[in-house]
């Protein structure tokens, strides 16, 4: 595995300006049926995920307990196990090759890849990068690269809050400021890139393989169907840019298709009774096939390789289920080794490392409802490295 073969690193600070860790950084999946419970445990104790209120730490264990047997039996009708590990690293790994040549004065950039739910966990990488030569009174750079294209607080923002914890927890009182904060890991984050024209390219281009499957006559009549992971209500309401963002990737994909087809945004994985965003991929399914409408393009546009969302959630109960296995319900291909996405990272990263920026302009914006002081001080410190003036003051 990448995250387990990466040589020792040798910080040479008279040098050029790597070696450079590419840290990506997702909610993960458990590899196989053994690890689902755990797994579980982690995602329902996340309050920036699944906000339980107050009662999280007795709820989120009933819940995950609960539900480990049904979550246990889909992964392994999907194989047992989520692919999603072994697409990351691949993507990592090769993004890095391109990265030693398009951007040689941060060469050599080390494959790192950190889940917040399962392994390799957050706090596993970050002991492996301290054993790899990074930090420790060593220095060394890393860039936190998010593989949630949009941003949310419930994803990105926390596995960057994850992130925050575990440098403070490892790299001791220079983490906090409480020391002299040289030769501790000086890191970056690469926190969303929802209209990247590679990542535009890289999903338009599956859409068209999918739809060239269709009659001619029928081929633009075909409804192309973007499907996301869905948010609870509260945090929508709370000012979350996700649903914005992921509309962006939308209409940018669209724009490059040259709006060939009618189109629809709908939303999958809802958990629990409370609200979430609609409508619902599967109710969105069930309904047009009722109308007749049965030439359909599923797209799992927030997602950058396959795992259970689209695996089982998509390809068995939306497609087999509630579409009742109509041969013109299709899913586009998801990323995985897609030469055209990997190329996409390369782009994204080599003009991060250029850049000199240690995050985008609106990490530094909190949300208009947000009240966590995890993240208030998470978003302190990654926005607090970067050489742009005036961003830090915009965070309060």
Not at 123 to 138: A, I, S
Not at 177 to 204: C, K, M, N, Y
Not at 347 to 359: E, K, N, P, Q, T
């Amino acid at each position: 595995m990448a995250t387990a073969v990466a040589p020792p690193v040798t910080q040479n600070s008279a040098g050029s300006q790597g070696p450079t860790a590419m840290v990506f950084m997702n909610m993960g999946g458990p590899s196989t049926t053994d690890e689902v419970g755990d797994f579980l445990s982690r995602l329902f104790a996340d309050g920036d995920l699944i906000p339980l209120g107050r009662l999280q730490p007795y709820l989120g264990p009933l819940i995950s307990a609960r539900r480990t047997p049904k979550i246990q039996k889909q992964y392994a009708d999907i194989g047992g196990g989520s692919p999603i590990r072994k697409w990351s690293e691949h993507q990592c790994e090769e993004m890095c090759k391109i990265l030693d040549q398009t951007n040689p004065e941060t060469a050599p950039h080390k494959p790192y890849v950190m889940f917040r739910y399962a392994n390799p966990l957050t706090e596993d990488v970050y002991t492996k990068m301290l054993k790899d030569g990074f930090g420790q009174g060593k220095g060394g750079r890393a860039v936190a690269f998010t593989q949630y294209p949009q941003y949310s607080c419930s994803t990105t923002g926390s596995s960057l809050n994850e992130l925050w914890k575990w440098r403070t927890r490892l790299e001791g009182k220079r983490a906090t400021g409480e020391e002299q904060t040289e030769g501790t890991i000086s890191w970056s984050v690469i926190d969303r890139w929802p209209t990247h024209p590679g990542l535009v390219e890289a999903f338009a281009r599956n859409i068209e393989a999918r739809l060239a499957e269709y009659p001619e006559n029928e081929r633009k009549d075909a409804v192309i169907l973007f499907s996301a992971h869905s948010l609870p209500m509260s945090v929508v309401n709370r000012g979350d840019p996700y649903p914005a963002e992921v509309a962006a990737t939308v209409y940018a994909v669209m724009n490059r298709l040259n709006f060939s087809n009618p189109y629809r945004l709908c939303w999958q994985s809802q958990v629990g009774p409370s609200a979430w965003l609609g409508a619902q991929t599967s109710d969105t399914v069930k309904h047009y096939v009722e109308r007749g409408q049965t030439n359909l393009v599923l797209v799992p546009i927030a997602f950058t390789s396959d795992h259970i969302e689209t695996l089982y959630e998509i390809d068995l109960e939306v497609m087999h289920e509630d579409a009742k296995g109509h041969p013109g319900v299709k899913r586009a291909e998801s990323l995985n080794g897609s030469p055209v996405f990997i190329k996409a990272l390369a782009d994204i990263a080599g003009a991060h490392l250029r850049s000199g920026d240690s995050c985008s302009k609106q990490m530094g914006l909190r949300c208009q409802g947000c009240k966590s002081e995890r993240c208030l001080e998470s978003k302190k410190f990654f926005a607090g490295q970067s050489s742009l003036p005036g961003l830090l003051p915009a965070i309060r």
